[in-house]
């Protein structure tokens, strides 16, 4: 694994990650708070947000500004199109302890994955798990996806970069203090090109800190044959499901429908009217 060294300065990472400041006490009664321990005398405050045991849940890796609490209202609408989700953080990030970093970010996303898989089987929920990453949270849900595969069925991009100098100078970084190459940065377009599973990426036509062309390239880097790509009118770097709508969360649960195997009233009913018309014939 990078060690990151280029990435991980005090001049580069307040801009990357600034945890909110005010952490409300309450959790939802649809949300049960989870506290994972990724390292030695460090742990990160998760937070699962039930729909039914046996419904898909997303892995969802948040930006780097982003908490539990500013993340409650998304979830109702994930909940409403019939998913789970499991909300990562960050260290630093509210309750959870230690102090963030690059390299970090990539060992304890991999920890997470698989502490969240086991956890969702000890609880006894049965669906299929996929993974999703906001901002930042793309370079996790990326990384874990090439290097865990096997044990998650897609991949959901909202907002991501597919280059690390383009996102560190957005963010106000020196020139000079950018990484020479893209192997010492987060390297999200050789990693999309090895994932093969069905991908999405949504981004705001009016990012002003992530160019669409950014995501465009990670759209035509991805090595998965399943692909979509959204560029959603009217929306900026924060403001992408919410823009979306309804059509943002039906978009993914079509793709998990998909994978599933699971028939829509839509496919059912052209079902229904094929055997109609083959019985009449």
Known sequence: ??????????????????????IPDDCPAYAQDIVLTVAPEISLACRFYNCAPDAPTLLYFPGGNESCASFDVEAENFIRHGMNVF?????????????????????DGRSLLLQAAEWLQSQGYSGALFVMGRSLGSVCAIDIVLSHG???KGLFIESGFSETASILQALGVPPSAVPCTEAEGF???RKIAGIKLPTIIFHGVKDCLVPVVQA????????????????IPGADHNTVSKTGGTLYYQKIKEVINGVC?????????????????????
Do not use: C
């Open 1 to 22: 694994m990078p060690n990151f060294i280029s990435i991980d300065t005090p001049e580069i990472l307040p801009l990357l990650f600034q945890p909110p400041g005010h």
């Open 87 to 107: 909300l990562a953080s960050y260290r630093g990030d509210g309750r959870s302890t230690g102090t963030p970093s690059v390299a970090a970010l990539i060992s």
């Open 150 to 152: 096997e044990m998650v």
């Open 187 to 189: 390297d999200n377009l």
């Open 216 to 231: 465009e390239k990670l759209q035509a880097a991805s090595g998965a044959r399943n692909k979509q790509f959204y560029i």
């Open 261 to 281: 195997g699971v028939n829509t009233w839509r496919q059912r009913r052209r079902e229904f009217k094929g055997g109609r018309t083959g019985e009449s014939a």
